[in-house]
């Protein structure tokens, strides 16, 4: 699915929103598969209420992003102002469900 991304990423590049912050920046592209920031997510996980990330050559996920709830705002706002059609949110939604992990 990664390579049938489409448009999603050029909708959801932070050039288009000017306060997005970094580490919405790294989630967005961890979730579109792009390469946008330095240090790249490489794993994202939600466990009990709070999100954690591995970036790419890290051995555990040291890196603390926020609340999960912070976080499904933050996407749902995004999301809410990004223009995407229907058929983008899907792809967006498969990824999003695919990539970020819960337990």
């Known amino acids: 699915?990664?390579?049938?991304?489409?448009?999603?990423?050029?909708?959801?590049?932070?050039?288009r929103f000017t306060g997005m912050s970094g580490k919405m920046t790294?989630?967005?592209a961890y979730v579109l598969g792009q390469?946008?920031?330095e240090p790249q997510i490489a794993e994202l996980i939600i466990n009990d209420g709070v999100v954690l990330a591995r970036e790419v050559?890290?051995?555990?996920?040291?890196?603390f992003i926020g609340s999960a709830q912070d976080l499904e705002t933050n996407v749902s706002n995004l999301l809410a102002v990004?223009?995407?059609?229907?058929?983008?949110?899907?792809?967006?939604?498969?990824?999003?469900?695919?990539r970020v992990k819960r337990c």
């Open 1 to 15: 699915m990664a390579d049938d991304v489409g448009t999603v990423p050029s909708k959801l590049h932070p050039s």
């Open 26 to 28: 790294a989630i967005v």
């Open 35 to 37: 390469h946008w920031t």
């Open 57 to 63: 050559g890290d051995v555990g996920y040291n890196t």
């Open 82 to 98: 990004a223009g995407l059609t229907e058929h983008e949110r899907a792809i967006w939604d498969t990824l999003y469900s695919a």
